[in-house]
C-alpha cells in the first residue's frame, strides 16, 4: 500500500487579495484560498479516498489494513467507496510553518469533515504577526484528530548550518513541541525542504519520529520514516490540477519520477567520481 503526504501552508481567508500574506515567512505561491482548499478536501470524502493521520504511516502494518485512523477512532461518520478494493494511494495532510491560518481557516473545514491533520511549525515564529501563538498550537494539539510538529526553530535551511547547530535548532524545536502539545512523540518536516542524510540523522538523534522532505512522490510501506515524500499544493493549482496530483499514473507524477531519476543519476556519478578520489 502507498501513500501520497499533502503539504499545505497558509490557507487564505475569503476576501483576501490575491498577494495576501499572513506573515513574513509566507509564499503568496504557496497560499490555497479557503474556499479551494474546503472544495479540495470536500472531493478526498466524495471519492472515498483513504485519509490517515501521519502516525499511521510509521505504524506497521496500517497502511496495509483497510480502515482509516479517524474511522478507528470514531471521528469520522461519512461514506466512503468500498475502501478494502481501493487501490488509489492513501492521502495524508500536512501543513508547514505555523500560520494562525492553521486554526482560524483549515481547523473548520477538517474538523466537519473528519480529516486529520500534521501542523508543522517553525518554534521559533510562534506567536510573531499571523503565525499561530502558543494558546493556538496547543488548542490544536489537544484535539484527537490532529497533531502538531517540527519544522526547525528558526526556519533557516538546516542542510546549510553546521553540525553543532542544527543540532541546537533540533533539539529546541523538539523540546518546544513536546512542551506546548503534551505529545509523546513528534514528526518534523524540513524548513525549504532542504534535507540530507546528516539532517535526517539528527532528526533523529533529537528525538522526532520522522521527517517529512518536499522531494515529491509516494511513499510506499516501511519506507524510511525519515524521508518521506509529499507533494505541495499550490495556489495556482485548479481542482483539476489537485485530482491529477492524487493519481500517482498522471503526468504530473510521471514528469516528477523523470527529473528524480535524471537527478539521481547524476547524483551517482558524482559520487562515483568522488569515491574514487577518496572522499
Ligand atoms: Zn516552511
Redesign the pocket.
Known amino acids: 500500500m502507498e501513500a501520497l503526504v499533502l503539504m499545505y501552508h497558509q490557507i487564505v481567508p475569503d476576501g483576501a487579495h490575491e498577494n495576501w500574506v499572513p506573515a513574513p515567512l509566507a509564499d503568496p505561491r504557496y497560499g490555497v484560498t479557503r474556499l479551494e482548499f474546503a472544495r479540495q478536501m470536500a472531493h478526498l470524502r466524495q471519492e472515498g479516498y483513504r485519509i490517515l493521520a501521519l502516525d499511521d504511516l510509521l505504524a506497521p502494518g496500517r497502511l496495509s489494513s483497510d480502515s482509516s485512523s479517524a474511522a478507528s477512532s470514531g471521528v469520522y461518520s461519512g461514506d466512503t467507496s468500498d475502501a478494502t478494493l481501493d487501490e488509489r494511494p492513501a492521502l495524508v495532510v500536512t501543513f ?2 505555523g500560520y494562525e491560518t492553521d486554526l482560524t481557516q483549515a481547523l473548520p473545514i477538517l474538523s466537519h469533515l473528519g480529516i486529520p491533520a500534521t501542523f508543522f511549525v ?1 518554534t521559533g515564529h510562534i506567536g510573531s504577526p499571523g503565525m499561530l501563538t502558543e494558546t493556538m498550537a496547543a488548542e490544536l494539539a489537544a484535539r484527537p484528530l490532529f497533531r502538531i510538529g517540527g ?1 526547525g526553530e528558526s ?1 533557516r535551511f538546516l542542510s546549510d548550518m553546521p553540525e553543532a547547530e542544527c543540532r541546537r535548532e533540533l533539539a529546541r524545536s523538539f523540546s518546544r513541541v513536546r512542551e506546548i502539545s503534551g505529545q509523546k512523540s513528534a514528526a518534523m518536516s524540513a ?2 525542504g532542504r534535507t540530507s542524510h546528516r539532517v535526517a540523522d539528527l532528526a533523529r538523534q533529537a528525538g522526532f519520529s520522522a521527517l517529512a522532505t518536499s522531494r515529491p512522490g509516494l511513499y510506499r510501506e516501511r519506507a524510511d520514516p525519515f524521508s518521506i515524500p509529499r507533494l505541495p499544493v499550490l495556489r495556482s493549482h485548479s481542482l483539476r490540477d489537485f485530482v491529477a496530483l492524487l493519481d500517482p499514473r498522471s503526468l504530473v507524477h510521471r514528469k516528477e519520477r523523470w527529473m528524480r531519476q535524471a537527478k539521481q543519476a547524476a547524483r551517482s556519478v558524482l559520487s562515483t567520481l568522488s569515491s574514487a578520489k577518496g572522499g
Do not use: R
Open positions: 508547514d510553518d517553525a519544522h526556519h524548513p525549504g
